[in-house]
Nanobody
Framework: QVQLVESGGGLVQPGGSLRLSCAAS????????MGWYRQAPGKQRELVGA???????NYADSVKGRFTISRDNAKNTVYLQMNSLKPEDTAVYYC????????????????WGQGTQVTVSS
């Protein structure tokens, strides 16, 4: 079974930084896209940023210039460096892997992590 394990969330003051990581485990051959979504209380889950296996990126306008996604394909790991954090960044952040090719599986499904809380507050 493929699992995504996130780490790095926590409490930070406005203007501070956090680095989230997400490692996918299992008999994975390849992952097309890895990225991050977030969901604040009472709001819909939204894309934060994502990166393909060849380095193409897509960011929400609200985080451009502040957040940076990176990947280590050999480790099936994706990172989210968050700088200049704002209170409105407070949310549960979810790791996503899409187009996952798994040994012995039919198709290439997507998987979600359990989520990690990021709280930006004074």
């Amino acid at each position: 079974q493929v699992q995504l394990v996130e780490s790095g969330g926590g409490l930070v003051q406005p203007g501070g930084s956090l680095r989230l990581s997400c490692a996918a485990s299992g008999t994975i051959i390849s992952i097309n896209t890895m990225g991050w979504y977030r969901q604040a209380p009472g709001k819909q889950r939204e894309l934060v940023g994502a990166m393909t296996s060849v380095g193409s990126t897509n960011y929400a306008d609200s985080v451009k210039g502040r957040f940076t996604i990176s990947r280590d394909n050999a480790k099936n790991t994706v990172y989210l460096q968050m700088n200049s954090l704002k209170p409105e960044d407070t949310a549960v952040y979810y790791c996503n892997a899409d187009g996952v090719v798994v040994r012995g599986y039919i198709g290439s499904p997507q998987f979600w992590g359990q989520g990690t809380q990021v709280t930006v507050s004074s």
